[in-house]
């Protein structure tokens, strides 16, 4: 089971710093991730919310338990001299990979959670603090199985639309939304769902402009959208036909970039490989057809540029082949590069310009963004 | 009568090719198509496969069954016109 985790956000207007945080990391087969909501906005609500984040996601990677971080997080959040209330609040998760999942939340508004189309409600205990007596965490032991989805989120979503609608959106009216969208889209992925509750929470204010920081974290289990990617040919050429056969078995969605590899596979499997006309360049070789391959791309030139596009702020998706290959990451859960090690010497020519990449360097920019950034599981296999 | 079968012209689009200017030939795409489009057909080719042999200067276009080295518009036009 993979778990398609996403957040997004919107800063309260006239801001310039998100005021909540949200990190997230897969570690030794598990998932973890806080959503943390600093007090007040701007910088002094993004330092609050960052660092109480970033400290719980730091303990819950250490392996501490989920219920002791987050109990000594809760009990030694200062307190504003001003309003007198926390600095921060949060909402931590840690899921296994076989679905059992452990929540706390000090603070946040309650999460949701939805299996088959219905709301379910899951039993919690309630751990008071010994240093603050206005504060008190839910502790959920759940288990998640293929199709729940968890909906977590800053008080700026369910608090939106404050004196436009009486009470604002609350958490009915949440729910409301969020079902009303997996009925017309019930396989919605994460992040769409993410970027759906955050617009209509904005709409739903005044002048669409929001009041306060708005944040939605989702959470839905899924099998596995598995890709593979072969780029490079195999070090031993004897080994083609092994490598190729694998790939042809293959389930999942499938990739080739390097005009040499896709010369190998067309020959070890006997699929001709096809050259349409071109339609947009940007100056980028263009990409070609095969039976049975849903992309195929020349490679270093193009994986170079795939990677610029991944590490852009919003990723890039355009028509010429890096932004299909970016479209084509983006769109998997679980990615697999199958990386040949022989070396092109053509590459080395002193010829040629300096722009060209080391295949291996740029498939490990790649897969340290994907994993890092698009939170995706990445493997990669040098063959 | 059936016309003779036409010529084809491809591109090489593999990654020394396409930095040593194998976009300045994309041009012949146009240029075959108008004065030779009954002729000859232009395509573009994933890889021919040249770079892995030593002294051949990308970028490489193929006519017919013949190589072209340090391929540019005008030495392709002028292979195809000797071959029609």
Redesign the interface.
Known sequence: MFIDIDCAQQKKYNQNAYGDCFLSKRTQGRLIAVLSDGLGSGIKANILSCMTAAMLLKFLEAGSNIQKACEIIMNSLPVCQVRKISYSTFSAIDCSSDGTARIVEEGNPQFIRIRNGEVLEPECKIIASTTFPDRCMRIYNIKLEPGDRLIFCSDGVTQSGLGVLKLGLRREGLIDLIMNKLKTKPDISSRSLSKYIVRCAQYTEADKKAKDDISAVSIYCREPRESLIFTGPPFHAENDKIYADLFKNFSGKKAIC???T??IL?RELNIP?E?Q??LS?D????V?QMEGVNL?T????TLTRACEYLDAPEPVINDNAAGQLVKFFLESDCINFMVGAKL????Y?P???V??EIRKNIIKKISKLLEEKYIKKVTVQYI | MNNPPKIEVRICNGTSCCLMGASRLMKLFSIIRRRFGCKADVLTAACLGQCWRENNKPPHALVGDEIIYNATVEKVIENLESKL
């Open positions: 390097g005009g040499a896709a010369n067309s490989i050259n006309i071109p360049s100056n980028l070789p263009f070609s195929v020349e490679g270093i030139l092109n010497q053509a590459h020519d010829g040629l310009p722009e060209i």
